[in-house]
Structure formats: C-alpha cells, structure tokens
Nanobody, 122 residues
Framework: QVQLVESGGGLVQAGGSLRLSCAAS????????MDWFRQRPGKEREFVAA????????YYADSVRGRFTISRDNAKNTVYLQMKRLKPEDTAVYYC???????????????WGQGTQVTVSS
C-alpha cells in the first residue's frame, strides 16, 4: 500500500514556474515508478510525465516535453514536477500516481494522490 500526498499547486501567471511535490509513505519507494497526471477543466485525466524507480528513465507527454521535468529523491520518498514556461492551458488538477510497473510507455497506476490545483492566468 502506498499513500501519496501532493503539494505545491497554486496560481501563477503565464510564463511562470511552479514545482509540485508528492510525498509517498509506505515501503520500498524506489520499487515504484512514479507518474504525474492532470485533469483540465471539462477534459479527461491525461498523462503528463513518468519516472522509473531508480530515476534513470523519464517519459513525457508531447504537450509538456521541454517545459516540465520530473525527478525523484528516493531518500526523501518524494517525486517532483518542475513546471516552467507555464501556459493557461496547463491549468488543471495535477495528480501524483505510483505503480510497480516500470514500463514507461504504458502507465496505468494503481495508487493515486488526491490532487493539487494549478491555475495559470493569462
């Protein structure tokens, strides 16, 4: 069982930056690949980024590649999402997720956080 708690959301102007954090509780954090998903207003939840348990491989949605960076600190049981050059269309609830599968191409996480709101004003 893994519990996930996101933090760091808020209101930012277009072009600005935010860093989201996700603290995980439970055993063997490094065994889990971690993900960020988001749900934009009126849209279905969508994949944003993923990172393997070791942190050695990352994967991004085309819409955020080059602007967002996922990273993790296994000593702190925490995963991060650094978001730069934010756009109004990045406005969404951002969810942290975890799964034992390390397959970066197919992400269907078993464990989910409660989400944190990110609002980008124009």
């Amino acid at each position: 069982q893994v519990q996930l708690v996101e933090s760091g959301g808020g209101l930012v102007q277009a072009g600005g930056s935010l860093r989201l954090s996700c603290a995980a509780s439970g055993r063997a954090f490094s065994n889990y690949a971690m993900d960020w998903f988001r749900q934009r207003p009126g849209k279905e939840r969508e994949f944003v980024a993923a990172i393997t348990g070791s942190g050695g491989t990352t994967y991004y949605a085309d819409s955020v590649r080059g602007r967002f960076t996922i990273s993790r600190d296994n000593a702190k049981n925490t995963v991060y999402l650094q978001m730069k050059r934010l756009k109004p269309e990045d406005t969404a609830v951002y969810y942290c997720a975890a799964d034992i599968s390390q397959n970066m191409a197919i992400r269907t996480p078993r464990y989910w956080g409660q989400g944190t709101q990110v609002t980008v004003s124009s």
